[in-house]
């Protein structure tokens, strides 16, 4: 599935793809791939990296759920790892918990592909900002 908006280079570093958005749920699901260059010593995806996975499904819930007028601007995220993250794909799921004027909470999940083991999960408080344009 493509979606309308702007993708920079850290979307095709992570694998990221778009499979899916619940309007009525402001839920969007993507698949990624974790390469082997994210991987530490014990195994696993690198614990920052895989915030980058939460934090991509979380924003994207946002964009999307405002038809790509903004893009939530980070004030926290807290994020749990339940189980180590092996390379290969994993899927995110992401959906907005509340929109206000003022402020987004957001919410991520990182799974499987089977869905049946839940790796991380993550909560965002963010500003919510128009989606930065490029210049001409």
């Known amino acids: 599935m493509v979606f309308s908006g702007a993708k920079g280079p850290h979307v095709e570093l992570m694998g990221a ?4 958005f619940d309007p009525a749920s402001e839920t969007i699901t993507m698949r990624f791939v ?11 995806v690198q614990g920052g990296l895989v915030a980058g996975f939460l934090d991509e499904v979380m924003g994207w ?7 790509g007028a903004e893009a939530p ?3 926290e ?14 899927v995110g799921k992401g959906r907005v918990i509340r929109r206000g ?3 987004i909470f957001l919410e991520g ?9 839940l790796f991380a999960r993550a909560t965002s408080t963010a500003l919510p900002t128009p989606v ?4 001409d």
């Open 77 to 90: 995220i807290a994020m749990t790892l339940l189980k180590l993250i092996p390379p290969g794909p994993l």
């Open 109 to 117: 999940e990182l799974w499987d592909e089977s869905w049946t083991t």
């Open 101 to 103: 004027r003022r402020a």
């Open 61 to 67: 819930a946002h964009v999307r759920a405002t038809e």
């Open 17 to 20: 793809e778009f499979l899916d």
């Open 132 to 135: 930065p344009r490029k210049a």
């Open 73 to 75: 601007l980070n004030l």
């Open 34 to 44: 974790a390469p082997d260059s994210f991987i530490t010593g014990r195994g696993g």
